[in-house]
């Protein structure tokens, strides 16, 4: 069992305080479930980033299968590590699809729990899942190694065990954008990346990463996300939203940067 490492601070440790938590987060969106076959979330705490994550929840279809592709922080474990383990939630406990990960078995992606033990930024998209959907499974994937060879090999791997196993699924890229950087500077940088994002173009992605110097930390999961979504049939990208700590804070002078943008 994979335990909550982050309750009581990215969001509610109790589960009353969560669904509050998800119930100011989803406020004034009407679920809206379109076929998105692969996203990218923010995973901050709650109240910076979690109304702008919620765009693109309130839009997911029921799936069998979630993929949650996200960065390591904490560079512990291998350098790209699938979780096997049951994780638990105040919300409840949602178990790993077994199946599709013995699919990627000999792939880049290996067996790994020491990579996810700490990891904040698949364990706060469980909620949102909880929230609005029940039997589903999940497939948590956490990427240390983000080099664009690396990641169109995870992605190319997800996209073509998904599609050989006839998996009902949605990939889902944890992400942050500019980290820590003048409000006007984070959009400019981030527009840019966003934009080559919604060309569904991981060359541009991450020549436009290097010569802005972009400090998005999810860079790789985003790439493998377009990859596996393309595999999968997407054609288009949507930006839901976009805003920063800043709009929260009113502090505009060190922000982080937040996207909400669905493939379909």
Excluded at 13 to 35: H, N, Y
Excluded at 158 to 182: K, N, V
Aim: glycine share 8%; with cysteine; net charge negative.
């Amino acid at each position: 069992m994979r335990f909550p490492v982050v309750a009581g601070q990215f969001y509610s440790g109790s589960a009353d305080g969560l669904r509050q938590d998800m119930d100011e987060a989803f406020r004034g969106l009407v679920p809206d479930p379109t076929e998105v076959i692969g996203a990218v979330v923010p995973h901050a705490g709650y109240i910076y980033s979690g109304s702008v994550a919620a765009e693109v929840y309130s839009r997911l279809p029921q799936r069998d299968t979630y993929v949650l592709i996200g960065p390591n922080h904490h560079g512990q474990g291998i350098p790209i590590a699938l979780s096997r383990d049951t994780w638990k939630t105040p919300l409840g406990a949602v178990e790993c699809d077994q199946e599709f990960a013995d699919a990627l078995s000999g792939s880049i992606l290996e067996h790994d729990e020491l990579a996810h033990a700490y990891e904040h930024s698949l364990e706060v998209q469980i909620p949102f899942l909880q929230r609005s959907f029940a039997g589903f499974k999940i497939l948590p994937i956490c990427m240390g190694l983000q080099d664009e060879e690396s990641a169109v090999e995870v992605g190319s791997a997800i996209g073509e065990a998904a599609r050989r196993l006839g998996r009902s699924c949605t990939i889902i890229a944890s992400s942050d954008f500019s980290h820590y950087r003048p409000q006007e500077v984070a959009r400019r940088d981030d527009a840019a990346l966003i934009e080559a994002i919604l060309h569904l173009d991981v060359p541009e992605l991450y020549s436009r990463l290097y010569s802005l110097n972009v400090s998005a930390c999810g860079y790789g999961p985003i790439a493998a996300t377009i990859v596996a979504s393309r595999i999968l049939g997407a054609s288009r990208a949507k930006l839901l939203r976009y805003a920063t700590s800043g709009d929260v804070t009113g502090d505009y002078r060190q922000v982080v940067g937040y996207a909400a943008i669905v493939f379909t």
